[in-house]
C-alpha cells in the first residue's frame, strides 16, 4: 500500500524559510514523478512545483519561482520543497502528489504551513 507522508511545516514569519519533505512508502522503483500542491483558506488546490522521476526536470508556478526550489532524493523516496521568502500568501496547507508511468495517482495527507507578519 502506497502512503505519502509530509512533514516540515509549521508557521514562520514573512521573509523567512522553511522546508518540507515527503516520504513515499510501499513503493519500489522510483517510476513516478512528483508534485507539490497547496491550498490555502478559501481558495482551490492549486499546483505549486513539480519534479519528474529523474530530478532533471522541474517546473514552478508563476507565484513562487524564484523562491521555492523543488527536490528529491530517490535512494531515500523522499520529496523536498525548500520554501524561501516565504510570504503571506503562501500560507496553505501543502500536499505532496505522486504520479506513477501507470497513471495512478497518490496524495499525502497535507502539512500546514503558516506565515505570519
Known amino acids: 500500500q502506497v502512503q505519502l507522508v509530509e512533514s516540515g511545516g509549521g508557521t514562520v514569519q514573512a521573509g523567512g524559510s522553511l522546508r518540507l519533505s515527503c516520504v513515499a512508502l510501499?513503493?519500489?522503483?522510483?517510476?513516478?514523478?512528483m508534485d507539490w500542491y497547496r491550498q490555502g483558506p478559501g481558495k482551490e488546490r492549486e499546483f505549486v512545483a513539480g519534479i519528474d522521476e529523474s530530478g532533471g526536470r522541474t517546473r514552478y508556478a508563476n507565484s513562487v519561482q524564484g523562491r521555492f526550489t523543488i527536490s528529491r532524493d530517490n535512494s531515500k523516496k523522499t520529496l523536498y520543497l525548500q520554501m524561501n521568502r516565504l510570504k503571506l500568501e503562501d500560507t496553505a496547507t501543502y500536499y505532496c502528489n505522486l504520479t506513477r508511468h501507470s497513471g495512478v495517482n497518490y496524495w499525502g495527507q497535507g502539512t500546514q504551513v503558516t506565515v505570519s507578519s
Open positions: 510501499g513503493l519500489g522503483r522510483a517510476d513516478y514523478d
